[in-house]
């Protein structure tokens, strides 16, 4: 008899890429395989960037972030799919497009617009896109109250009760659920809420005084999707997410990593 064979959970990240390694598919990867999910990837663009900024963007040919969506699809039995930078409407529709190989698969959408440093991902045409095609597939949605209030045209959430509203606006899109997330709130403390069709969960962790946060964004949303690919329910797969990037957050307060804005410190769980 042949030995056994294994089946683990599958996640995929369909993303930039981020050549300092803090964010993009590279964190996502690094967030996979902490939280034992095997990773593949589709990327999407290749950026020059580092701990200080995004220095250059190059979207990648339609046709092959086509192709590379195909392929997996093709050969990979997929749990649990998380979307990050898009770049431009082209790659938003062709990411639409090749989801539809991936009919009952979750899909987590990270509406990527402005990296930590400051710098603009996705192109302004490009955000009506994401609201009227990308939105509605998604399983769950994570902005933080900028992107919430881009989304929404309207200005950022200023208090709990406000950013519930604004995910309760955002539900109305046509995802399954919406993470508002509270990391560029004030207070003592950051609050996550998940809003959903039945109702709504807040998610709340000690705030962290630190300068390395460079992909905090992009690692919850792929710890979300680890935990969909692995059978969790959304609640669950969420609060899971938040203990892992609050200790990656928590842990990376004394790495020396770059000049600027170091990235979490993803290897903690392991």
Not at 76 to 97: F, N, S
Not at 116 to 125: C, E, M
Not at 187 to 206: H, M, N
């Amino acid at each position: 008899m042949g030995e056994a064979r294994t089946s683990p959970a599958i996640a995929l990240t369909i993303a930039g890429s981020d050549s300092s390694g803090g964010a993009g598919i590279q964190a996502d990867l690094k967030t996979f395989t902490a939280l034992r999910v095997y990773g593949a990837s589709v990327i999407t663009a290749i950026t020059a960037q580092n701990t200080q900024g995004v220095q250059d963007v190059l979207v990648l040919p339609q046709v092959i972030i086509a192709a590379q969506m195909a392929s997996i699809a093709s050969d990979l039995h997929v749990g649990a799919i998380k979307t990050g930078m898009l770049a431009d409407r082209e790659t938003v529709e062709t990411v639409v497009e090749g989801l539809k190989a991936f009919p009952a698969v979750p899909v987590v959408v990270d509406p990527v617009m402005v990296a930590t440093s400051g710098d603009v991902l996705l192109q302004p045409d490009a955000v009506e896109a994401v609201r009227t095609q990308l939105i509605p597939r998604a399983e769950v949605v994570t902005p933080n109250i900028r992107e919430a209030a881009r989304l929404l045209e309207t200005a950022p959430a200023a208090s709990l009760d406000e950013m519930e509203e604004q995910g309760r606006a955002l539900l109305a899109l046509g995802p399954k659920a919406v993470l508002v997330k509270g990391g560029h709130a004030e207070g003592s403390e950051a609050t996550d809420i998940l809003v959903f069709q039945a109702g709504s969960l807040r998610f709340s962790k000690p705030r962290i005084v630190t300068r390395n946060t460079h992909g905090t964004g992009c690692t919850l949303a792929a710890a979300i999707a680890a935990g969909l690919a692995r059978g969790r329910t959304l609640s669950i797969a969420v609060g899971d997410a938040k203990d892992y990037v609050w200790g990656a957050i928590d842990t990376a307060r004394d790495l020396d990593i770059g000049r600027g804005q170091g990235p979490v410190n993803h290897h903690y769980a392991l």
